[in-house]
């Protein structure tokens, strides 16, 4: 389709839950704008229309729990009261915890530990991990981002390959002890 033929959508909403085609939607914005409210509303009305809709959460500041009511944790939890309808709340933290806690020496835990927190973005990087393991299965027919405020979604969006190479500089260190 060329740029001539291209017809912009009337912005409602429900243009946005007609595009079947629609697979990912990320809420963005500056902190304190709404943009739990906005994500979670949207996938309540996603879930009336698709099979599957998994809402994550990538904002340090976790409000999905708060907001239907019900704890989440990094894996899709289904929300009561939908058979369709998943949520999740990423925790970069005790994923970089996970992370050094299955390397097999324990006396380059905290050696590992120290290096992985100092490393800039790193909350970022395993956010995206965790992301990128569901959107490999892709198991939901949508999946919706809560996003965390703009400069925390930036570096979240812009980090990863930075990250990646900078974990395996670590990990190969820590084979060396």
Same mark, same amino acid.
């Given at each position: 389709? #060329?740029?001539?033929?291209?017809?912009?959508?009337?912005?409602?909403?429900?243009?946005? !839950?007609?595009? %079947?085609? =629609?697979?990912?939607?990320?809420?963005?914005? +500056?902190?304190?704008?709404?943009?739990?409210?906005? #994500? #979670? @509303? !949207?996938?309540?009305?996603?879930?009336?229309? $698709?099979?599957?809709? =998994?809402?994550?959460?990538? *904002? /340090?500041?976790?409000?999905? @729990? *708060?907001?239907?009511?019900?704890?989440? #944790? +990094?894996? /899709? %939890?289904?929300?009561?009261?939908?058979?369709?309808?998943?949520?999740?709340?990423?925790? /970069?933290?005790?994923?970089?915890?996970?992370?050094?806690?299955?390397?097999?020496?324990?006396?380059?835990? @905290?050696?590992?530990? *120290? =290096?992985?927190?100092? &490393?800039?973005?790193?909350?970022?990087?395993?956010?995206?991990?965790?992301?990128?393991? !569901?959107? +490999?299965?892709?198991?939901?027919?949508?999946? &919706?981002?809560?996003?965390? /405020?703009?400069?925390?979604?930036? $570096?979240?969006?812009?980090?990863? %390959?930075?990250?990646? +190479?900078? =974990?395996?500089?670590? @990990?190969? !260190?820590?084979?060396?002890?």
């Amino acid at each position: 389709m #060329s740029d001539d033929e291209f017809q912009p959508l009337t912005p409602t909403l429900q243009n946005v !839950l007609d595009q %079947t085609s =629609l697979q990912w939607v990320f809420v963005g914005g +500056k902190g304190g704008v709404g943009k739990t409210t906005t #994500s #979670s @509303s !949207l996938a309540v009305q996603m879930a009336a229309v $698709r099979k599957s809709v =998994l809402l994550i959460s990538t *904002d /340090p500041a976790h409000n999905l @729990s *708060d907001a239907f009511g019900q704890k989440f #944790s +990094k894996d /899709p %939890t289904l929300v009561q009261g939908f058979s369709n309808l998943y949520c999740m709340e990423i925790d /970069p933290t005790s994923s970089i915890q996970e992370m050094i806690e299955s390397q097999e020496n324990g006396a380059m835990n @905290s050696i590992m530990q *120290d =290096l992985a927190f100092a &490393i800039p973005g790193v909350d970022e990087a395993m956010g995206f991990a965790e992301v990128m393991k !569901l959107v +490999k299965s892709m198991e939901y027919q949508v999946i &919706i981002f809560d996003t965390a /405020p703009t400069g925390h979604t930036l $570096r979240f969006l812009s980090f990863p %390959t930075v990250l990646e +190479k900078a =974990l395996a500089k670590v @990990s190969q !260190l820590s084979g060396r002890f």
